[in-house]
């Protein structure tokens, strides 16, 4: 089969032939039809991840059909499918186990024609999305879905503020607001950004001087829910702009350490401060669940052929993308 | 009436002669035995806490005996009770109103030989204590509860690891991890402190330079909930001995700002950072049941006179006390 595979750091990774991945029992072989990217297969091939091994086929977002798998989930064959992707979470919802790895290091990875899965990862392709955006979905959604509704515990008609809003996450954290019929304020450093997106309470430019200022007057009681990916000096602002009893979810830090906060400005409200990261597979079925019912369509930005993959990575570094970028599989 | 009565910043509080409150529909009269001070006290004569009104009669803790009430409440009459230290909660068990208030300002406080509160505030005295133990409980113990418990989540077998052990919300959350069958780690700046209490994983100087690898050591896989009402730089430190899905839970920054945490330290371990203060009338019901229910006994430092109460509060100040200081009122 085709694939694309990174064998050093800063380069490809490069289209080639590779073995056909090996099927083991439970498991089911799935021909892809288009993958994603996210941010972390671009820190990978910069170097900048935790346990990198080369060579190796990235990706963790993926829509195909199932066409091989054990005669007892022969009803799986030739289904529409998107894959969890993350390996052993473990039993406790509050937090992965010690084993947990996400789909594409070390394991093969979506950039490719073919991948064996466990038939317990696998779910029906929402039926009203294309493969590219049954593809855009899983590791975004799921890491935005967690954050706002099983940490944040969102609510119907609760003030939700999302910053960062060019990234995927945030796009998806920003769609699920709608269609949990929230209120939604976003934040960015580009005009153009905000402008892509509808926001019902405030969309702020937060290289403005006076971005929290801007926020409060648009939300004067404080915010229910805040979604970040950034941290860093910007972090502080979020925390004055809380609601008594709201919650900060953070599931990154792209702009480093927060600064000295005062936790006066906190513990009189009975704030919190909520790390996130990937979902469980119980939350990724609560996640489709939404999906569907709502008939939510992630935003595509730019899509690229699966062997012009080493484009698509340049694209992503390059801050430029508005929604989720794509690789496409030639159809024979 | 006798009562402690603060007219001025930095000075008495007096021992005074001053009217019987007046008793209200649904009020109780109760005849006070025994109050307790806390550093809200000590705050409140350095001028330094929101609010504040003079003159006043301070005191959010006290254990008396209803001497007074409404003919439909007469069964409370001659009964031992103590009081919930606050005033419109409000119906959201997340957060208290805009309208909530402490016992003991503006509301007049337990410093005094009567006091008028309403009959939904009262609660039986626990049988197995003494008017001072009682009396030590209220604001302290109810604090320290709704930290661990509710905030925190704890469960027995639960790693919980109590800063600044001298402080009386401190020894009460201490006290509840172990009536709750917790494992108990404990700081604190004095060695005297740390010997004042039994702790099952750890006791640990925080003026050590390896202070945080010894609770490494002690605890190797990091603590399910870390309760903390100090804040400043060694916050920092907390942070980094934090089981994955672990809770730091925090009701007061007496050394102010937190340093800058790197959320990378976070959110891979879905940590919470959970602001808590004060406590709900049902964390308060809940918090009376645990104490019941374990026998547990409060530790009292120093008792004086009501009408010595100024010297308790030079002592409270003084930062040597280990365990609650007590008020106790004449018995004529």
Redesign the interface.
């Known amino acids: 089969m085709k694939a694309l595979q990174l064998t050093e750091i800063h380069k490809g990774p490069h289209y080639r032939e590779l073995p056909m991945p090996e099927r083991r029992a439970d498991h089911a072989l799935i021909k892809l039809k288009a993958s994603a990217l996210n941010r972390r297969d671009v820190w990978i091939r910069r170097g900048q991840y935790p346990g990198i091994t080369y060579p190796i086929v990235l990706g963790s977002d993926g829509c195909g059909v199932v066409c091989e798998t054990d005669a007892s989930h022969a009803h799986w064959i030739d289904k529409r499918v998107i894959i969890y992707p993350g390996y052993g979470w473990g039993n ?1 919802e ?3 186990s ?1 084993e947990y790895r996400i789909l594409g290091l070390p394991d093969q990875g979506t950039f490719a024609e073919y991948i064996s899965v466990p038939i317990s990862h696998i779910h029906h392709a929402p039926a009203h999305l294309t493969d590219a955006e049954a593809a855009a979905c899983p590791l975004a959604a799921l890491t935005a879905w967690r954050a706002l509704k099983e ?1 944040g515990r969102m609510q119907p008609g609760d003030k939700v503020l999302v910053t960062g809003i060019g990234g995927g996450v945030a796009q998806f954290v920003a769609q699920f607001v709608h269609a949990l019929n929230g209120q939604l304020a976003i934040t960015s450093s580009s005009t153009e950004k905000l402008s892509g997106l509808d926001s019902t309470l405030a969309a702020v430019c937060y290289v403005d001087d006076d971005w929290r200022g801007q926020l409060q007057a648009a939300c004067p009681g404080g915010f229910d829910i805040i979604v970040d990916g950034a ?1 860093g000096a910007g ?1 502080g602002e979020l925390v004055r702009v809380l609601a ?2 709201g919650r900060l979810v ?4 792209t702009r ?9 400005h ?12 990937m979902g469980s597979p119980r939350d990724f079925g609560t996640m489709l669940n939404c999906i569907n019912a709502t008939q939510l369509k992630p935003t595509i930005g730019q899509s690229f052929r699966l062997e012009d993959g080493a484009d698509a990575f340049d694209y992503l570094e390059s801050g430029q993308q508005f929604g989720k970028v794509i690789l496409i599989n030639s159809d024979d």
């Not at 480093?256 to 006066?264: C, D, E, V």
């Open positions: 406790d509050r937090v992965q010690d940490r941290g972090f008594p009893g953070f599931y990154g830090g480093g350490r927060w600064p000295a906060i005062l936790p006066q906190l513990f009189y409200k009975q704030a919190e401060i909520l790390g996130s990261t």
